[in-house]
């Protein structure tokens, strides 16, 4: 994987018809697997002149860039605050007014919790052209792996991506998200799963209703943990979950059947229900 850093000066009122060549576009990397990045997502990442990336892309994925494309971390490993936000936009929007193709490449879809809605919003501002080619969500990506459909006529009618945590830290709003009929997908909830699961049982939800931790969903070392909404926080420390993982909560859960994973899929099951 080649990282470079990239100096640009910012934009040169003299050089109009490089600032007019300028551009952005966020890219979903998938969760992981690069086949699952999509025909759309390959050719702009081939036609870029610089590539900022974030800790989840899978090194697989930007061994696919061609040599001449710079390729930028702007990673927050763990909330880390080794780059910020601001500091990426302001990054990524120099490099446009410089007059290169900008890609922002973002694990998952770059629209599901990916702070796209900042990149979108300076860009417009500042008179940049942006597009957005979108990717597979982790959800997605666990749903296939797993075959455990987030949606089914018997047990889910709905589904639903909630990020554990707000902006301030507070444990997101769970209320009426989960229970019978719903699929409830959490993104981010490893360091708050004992506090998820008092507030699914504050709003009524059973302690034993199905809980799958996906760990690494369509990357190497992939790993499923059935285990239930009362006892999520103590299997997510017993069983040492690192991210990236997310829950599946609901009936749907149920379906999971480990015995048609593939052997080379080296899925790891505890069943904590029957
Ligand atoms: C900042 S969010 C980015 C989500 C991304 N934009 C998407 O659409 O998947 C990062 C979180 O997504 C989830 N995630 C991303 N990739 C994953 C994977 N391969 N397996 C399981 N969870 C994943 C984890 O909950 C992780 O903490």
Request: charged share 20%.
């Amino acid at each position: 994987v080649r990282v470079a850093r990239l100096i640009v000066k910012s934009s040169d009122p003299s050089s109009s018809v490089e600032r007019s060549r300028g551009k952005i576009t966020l890219v979903g990397a998938g969760p992981g697997d690069p086949d699952l990045l999509t025909v759309k997502a390959l050719r702009i990442l081939e036609s870029a002149d610089v590539v900022f990336f974030d800790d989840l892309v899978a090194p697989e994925i930007l061994e696919l860039l061609p040599a001449r494309v710079r390729c930028i971390y702007v990673g927050k490993p763990h909330h880390a605050a080794v780059i910020t936000q601001d500091e990426i936009i302001t990054q990524i929007l120099a490099a446009a007014h410089a007059g290169l193709h900008a890609v922002r490449l973002k694990s998952g879809d770059p629209m599901i919790f990916g702070r796209s809605g900042e990149e979108l919003a300076a860009a417009h501002a500042a008179g940049i052209p942006i597009e957005v080619v979108p990717g597979v969500t982790a959800a997605g990506g666990a749903a296939a792996s797993t075959r455990i459909s987030l949606t089914h006529r018997d047990y889910a009618q709905q589904v639903s991506f909630l990020t554990a945590v707000r902006r301030n830290g507070v444990l997101a709003d769970v209320r009426g998200l989960a229970g019978v009929g719903k699929t409830l997908v959490v993104y981010m909830g490893l360091v708050r799963a004992p506090e998820l699961s008092a507030a699914l049982g504050a709003d009524g939800v059973a302690a034993n209703w199905p809980v799958a931790i996906v760990e690494n969903a369509t990357r190497p070392g992939e790993r499923v943990i059935l285990t239930t909404v009362g006892d999520l926080g103590p299997t997510v420390v017993r069983e040492n979950i690192r991210t990236p993982a997310l829950f599946i909560i609901g009936e749907v859960v149920k379906t999971y059947a480990a015995d048609v994973m593939p052997a080379s899929a080296a899925v790891e099951t505890v069943s904590a229900f029957a």
